[in-house]
């Protein structure tokens, strides 16, 4: 099994940035493709941003040129750097993590934009 935890969530005023991190631990072999999730009220959880092993990149068209996803293989953490923050981009945000045996996920981390 592989856990996941993320931190770094927190009320931020438009046009602000925070930066999120996530650090997998337990029965590590290989990780994959680690990426970040969110999910705002009333709404399905989307896609924010992945990252594979080798360092190739995918984000989601709403965050594109303001959000940037990377990773530390040898600390197992991916982190997600977010400016030029909306309030559109309120949401609980989930780290997922792919390894050999399957997916996890952190348990989420809430992040609040608003003035």
């Known amino acids: 099994q592989v856990q996941a935890v993320e931190s770094g969530g927190g009320l931020v005023q438009p046009g602000g940035s925070l930066r999120l991190s996530c650090v997998a631990s337990?029965?590590?072999?290989?990780?994959?493709?680690m990426g970040w999730y969110r999910q705002a009220p009333g709404k399905q959880r989307e896609l924010v941003a992945t990252?594979?092993?080798?360092?190739?990149?995918n984000y989601a068209d709403s965050v594109k040129g303001r959000f940037t996803i990377s990773r530390d293989n040898a600390k197992n953490t991916v982190y997600l750097q977010m400016n030029s923050l909306k309030p559109e981009d309120t949401a609980v945000y989930y780290c997922?993590?792919?390894?050999?045996?399957?997916?996890?996920w952190g348990q989420g981390t809430q992040v609040t934009v608003s003035s």
């Open positions: 990252i594979t092993r080798g360092d190739s990149t």
């Open positions: 337990g029965s590590l072999f290989i990780i994959y493709t």
């Open positions: 997922s993590v792919d390894y050999v045996s399957g997916r996890s």
